[in-house]
């Protein structure tokens, strides 16, 4: 009898164990997108995914100077000591339009990273309520995601993409003369773009015929042939730009912004772009949403003691 009540006794318990076993919520990075209020504006951060860049892909200024400002900025880095970066989209919403500054890249790039749409959809946005996708460039990290499995991803939307980057991207004769590293862009480039085109909502735009509502054009050729910008005014001086490819190492590109990236099409007008870019921000006191800065990637362009620094957004509880 005592040893039945004993036994009794024991199964209570491991069952009472099991029970808050079940409960104990387990714990996780929260979802993917940060909310920033610009002007009139509500601007919706959306993590694509995490990638390591390679050291040897900064260009420009010595491997002991730029390994310095990445300790001394505590970026960092995965199994293969390449620099741990993050890719980002935004999606900026005025009172009349649903605007997405890039899409990220669905199923390019690998298992780490296409979480753009998926975040969307945290942020209580649904793809069909997408009407306006500002690309900033052909490559796939920004591209891809605006379809999936070859379908349009956001079927309601009209996607504009600088005629450059159209033309060189989709150009068999420039896909027969790439490098092994740019030639499987030309077929991922086809395939984003082929529902949009079949359908009548690719925009290929020019400098003198970009119209879209409430947005400038800022030119930023230089990464790709057509690399663009956006200006998104939020009424009364506060206005957001997407900024792209502008930057990718940001420890050492905005105190060092003659540092370059590797795969720049245009290394010098690149280079140059980034310092016209980062004045016009400072300047301007713009908002700014950076595609590979740590996530959210949102804040402004400040001067530091060597060139300019990144100043991030400080979280706020929304209203």
Known sequence: MKSLKSLTILLLLSASTVIYAEQKPSVHQVDGYFLQPVGNL????????????????????????ANRLFAENFVP???????????????????????????????????????????????????????????TH??????????????????NAKVY?????????????NEAK???????????????????QKAGQLVAFTKTSFNVPNVQLIVTHGHTEGHSSYLVDGQNGQKFLGLGDVVHYG????????????????????????????????????????????????????KGSKGYQWIPAQYRPTK
């Open 42 to 65: 509500k601007v919706t951060a959306l993590f694509d995914g995490e990638l390591g860049l390679p050291r040897s892909d900064l260009l420009g200024i010595s491997a002991e100077k």
């Open 251 to 302: 420890a050492v590109q905005f105190p060092y912004p003659d540092a370059s990236y590797k795969p720049d099409t245009h290394s010098n007008q690149a280079i140059a772009v980034r310092k016209s870019i980062f004045e016009q921000a400072y300047k301007n006191q713009w908002w700014v949403g950076a595609a590979h800065i740590a996530f959210p990637g949102i804040g402004h362009i400040g």
């Open 138 to 155: 052909a490559h796939p990290d920004h591209l891809c995601g605006i379809t999936l499995d070859g379908k349009m991803a956001y079927p």
């Open 77 to 135: 880095v995965d199994e293969h000591n390449q620099i741990v970066t993050d890719f980002s989209a935004y999606l900026v919403q005025t009172p009349t339009q649903n605007i997405l500054i890039d899409a990220g890249t669905a199923k390019c790039f690998g298992p780490t990273l296409g979480h753009v749409r998926e975040n969307l959809k945290n942020a209580g946005v649904k793809p069909e309520q997408i009407d306006t996708i500002l690309i």
């Open 178 to 196: 790439a490098t092994n590293f740019f030639k499987p862009i030309f077929k991922m480039t086809r395939d984003a773009l082929q529902p949009y």
């Open 161 to 173: 993409l600088a005629k450059e980057d159209v033309d060189f991207w989709t150009s068999p004769a």
